[in-house]
Structure formats: C-alpha cells, structure tokens
C-alpha cells in the first residue's frame, strides 16, 4: 500500500502569511496527487488535482507543485475563510486512494 | 444537481454489523465513469478510504478492512450500500458516501454530508 506522510500536522500563521504544507509519498505516484480542504462539520472539497491544477472557481491564492513523490501545497496569503484542514490524496491505483494524515491550518 | 444521502442506524453495538445506504439522486448510478465509494473520518482524526463499487457491480476495499466489508450496489433503487462487520469502537466515525471519476475528473466531485456511526454498548 501506497502511504502518504503529510506536514506539519497543524499550523498557526498570521492573515496574509505563506503557507506550505508537503506530502511525501512511500513509492513513485506521478502527479496522482489532490489537495482537499475540510471546514468543521462538512465533506472535504477539492482544491487541487493531479498535483497542480488549480480546480475551477478555486482562489488563485491556492497552488500545488511536485511530481513522483514529494508534493507541496501553498496558500500565497492566508485569509481568515482558509482556516481549515488540508488533506493531501494520492489516486495512483484508482480506486484505491490513500489520504495524508490532515494539516490544520489556524491563524495566529 | 447530483445528490448522495447517507441513512442507516446511528448507533451500533460492539461485534455487530453496521449498515448504511447511500442515495442518489439527480444523476444515475449506472454511469461507466465512476466510482461510488465510502470514506470515513473518525471523531477529530483524518480521512479513510473503505471502499467502492463500479455500477457493474466490481468491488474495491481497502486492505486493512477487507476482511469485514462488503458494498453493493442496486441500480434499480439508484443506491449503494456498505455493510461493516464485527465493529468495534475504532469503527466510530463519520461515515461518507462520494462518487469519484475514473478517467477525467479522478477524485470525489459529490459527496454526502455525512453521517455519523457510534459503536457503543
């Protein structure tokens, strides 16, 4: 099984930091690789799939990069509606998926 | 708009059998493009794959639970449906339905809102 190793686990940062949070995949994934944000109480949303792409009506403020097995998620300026848990998801073997353990972003 | 609902029993007692449904609506369950899955997410913790089932009726599970789950899938009802065996606490989640593309579109677009399962005594 593919397992995926997500940091930090949480994070406190001030509106209008930068915000990178990585995912190491244990094998070679290629871009399989999506981000998901989860709010308190609701289903995750996508923001990024096949690591970079930006889903439609996403902020701009929300990036992806890295291919094979290291992955970064970044929030260019954090905003107080960002305050979330960010999942990390690899796909390699569809429909087989595996999450990351969750990054929670709060601000400071 | 396509809609997943989740139903079933929100309590469950330990070494039973939890059962949940999932309800489409807005779209059909016999599209070749996706799969129809079940996510968990245990009280404060992460997100875990369970399972999903492709409209013919192929199934997927996760290793770590294969040994106690069975989904099917009735397209005449436009449902799918997680069985979990012999739970335990750790089973106590928030348990998810979703649908996932296969080829574009390959993560969970819809998802249900969720429901949560107890396993207690």
């Known amino acids: 099984d593919i397992q995926m190793t997500q940091s930090p686990s949480s994070l406190s940062a001030s509106v209008g930091d930068r915000v990178t949070i990585t995912c190491q995949a244990s094998?070679?994934?290629?871009?399989?690789l999506n981000w998901y944000q989860q709010k308190p109480g609701k289903a995750p949303k996508l923001l990024i799939y096949?690591?970079?792409n930006l889903e439609t009506g996403v902020p701009s403020r929300f990036s992806g990069s890295g291919s094979g097995t290291d992955f970064t998620f970044t929030i260019s300026s954090l905003q107080p509606e960002d305050i979330a848990t960010y999942y990390c998801q690899q796909y390699d073997n569809l429909p087989r998926v595996t999450f990351g353990g969750g990054t929670k972003v709060e601000i400071k | 708009q396509l809609q997943l609902q989740e139903s079933g029993p929100g309590l469950v007692k330990p070494s039973e059998t939890l059962s949940l449904t999932c309800t489409v609506s807005?779209?059909?369950?016999?599209?070749?493009?996706?799969?129809w899955g079940w996510i968990r997410q245990p009280p404060g913790k992460g997100l875990e794959w369970i399972g999903s089932i492709y409209y013919s009726g192929s199934t997927y599970y996760n290793p770590s639970l294969k040994s106690r789950v069975t989904i099917s899938v009735d397209t005449s009802k436009n449902q799918f449906s997680l069985k979990l065996s012999s739970v335990t606490a750790a089973d106590t989640a928030v348990y998810y339905c979703?649908?996932?593309?296969?080829?574009?579109?390959?993560?969970?677009?819809?998802w249900g809102q969720g429901t949560l399962v107890t396993v207690s005594s």
């Open positions: 094998q070679d994934i290629s871009n399989y």
């Open positions: 807005g779209g059909s369950i016999s599209s070749s493009s996706y799969y």
């Open positions: 979703a649908r996932r593309g296969i080829a574009a579109a390959r993560w969970e677009d819809y």
């Open positions: 096949d690591a970079s």
